[in-house]
């Protein structure tokens, strides 16, 4: 196992976890480990790999989640992800979209064991980096333990020392991926008992985890746990997280997580980022506290205004901090 510290993780969201919110959630939290979203390896490849792959230092400890089942293409991925810094590359076995099982990647590969080892021994053979890899407990009628044991041998023989387990099976037709989020039961116990028999192994459980008190249940028996969700609607559970899991107490309020967001704004707005690419993660920021209606309306109104108008931009990250605008309890 590498020595990085995957205690508590956020999982790589599509259309979610990118660059910009990664940057918003290390504002708050300087312990979780952050994934980026799924990338193909066709991407990483052939297209733009400083949009693609770049990132902010300030980002790191930060792993690099690939999608794709071809040994070359694999290959070539790792060591283009080992140049640009990133920390760890994980292999995302468990997507059940339309279109990446048309691509043979994601949830799909649970079918395919043989394949898998493959795929993940060529990326250790051609990496220094930590691989690990992301998958469900089954698929359509398949949810057994020893099938999914099985699995992870195979994934084991590929000298993988990490797995993060989604605790619900993955339904490859007749559901959506946000279906696949929640109607397929979660099943913690095969976890559990995956750990079990594999002690050696660093198992991280993921799926239907959204407080402190599930996070603290979890950690008696595997050995992290990665919250998707929750933290996109709610990130500064992170703060919570920071405080009492890993005994950090030196976090940033709501209000100084958005002054220090100012600068990252004009920073990225001159490099042609709009104003909205980056406001729309921090939409949850006040979750649950008095007058959180009146932040998110108020960056629905007003994210969208000119870039160049700094002025503006500035008001939009500073509004909370005026209680005759908006009114807050930290």
């Not at 070359?72 to 076995?93: F, H, P, S, T």
């Not at 609607?233 to 976090?251: G, R, S, T």
């Not at 503006?312 to 209680?323: D, F, P, S, W």
Request: hydrophobic residues 35%; charged residues 30%.
């Amino acid at each position: 196992m590498s020595n990085l510290n995957r205690k508590i993780s956020v999982a790589p969201m599509m259309d979610c976890t990118d660059r910009h919110d990664r940057y918003f959630l290390r504002l708050i939290s300087k312990n979780v480990m952050l994934y980026t979203e799924m990338v193909a390896t066709g991407s990483v490849i052939n297209g733009d790999r400083k949009k693609i792959l770049g990132f902010d230092n300030f980002e790191k400890p930060l792993a690099l989640q690939l999608g794709g089942s071809n040994k070359k293409e694999l290959a070539e991925c790792v060591k283009i992800a080992e140049d640009y810094g990133y920390d760890e590359i994980n292999l995302n076995l468990g997507c059940p979209s339309k279109k990446v099982q048309k691509n043979k990647f994601g949830a799909c590969l649970i079918k395919e064991p043989d394949l898998v080892h493959e795929c993940l021994d060529t990326m250790k053979r051609n990496t220094c980096l930590p691989i690990t890899a992301k998958t469900r407990i089954g698929f359509d009628d398949t949810e057994d333990f020893d099938y999914l044991n099985n699995f992870i041998e195979k994934i084991k023989l590929a000298n993988v020392k990490t797995i993060i387990l989604h605790a619900r099976k993955a339904i490859l037709k007749g559901l959506s991926p946000k279906e696949n989020l929640k109607i397929p039961k979660l099943n913690y116990q095969m976890v559990y008992e995956i750990k079990k028999s594999n002690p050696e192994l660093e198992i991280i459980i993921n799926g239907g985890i959204t407080s402190i008190e599930d996070i603290k249940k979890q950690l008696d028996y595997v050995d992290g746990v990665m919250i998707g969700r929750a933290i996109y609607q709610n990130p500064y559970l992170l703060a919570d997280i920071e405080k009492i899991i890993f005994q950090n107490q030196e976090v940033l309020s709501r209000e100084e997580v958005i002054q220090n967001l100012i600068n990252y704004v004009k920073s990225e707005v001159k490099k042609g980022t709009r104003v909205n690419q980056i406001m729309r993660h921090t939409v949850g920021l006040y979750h649950g506290q008095k007058g959180s209606s009146k932040w998110k309306r108020y960056l629905s109104d007003n994210m969208m205004a000119r870039d160049s108008d700094f002025k503006k931009v500035e008001h939009i990250l500073t509004v909370v901090q005026n209680n005759e605008k908006i009114q807050m309890v930290s």
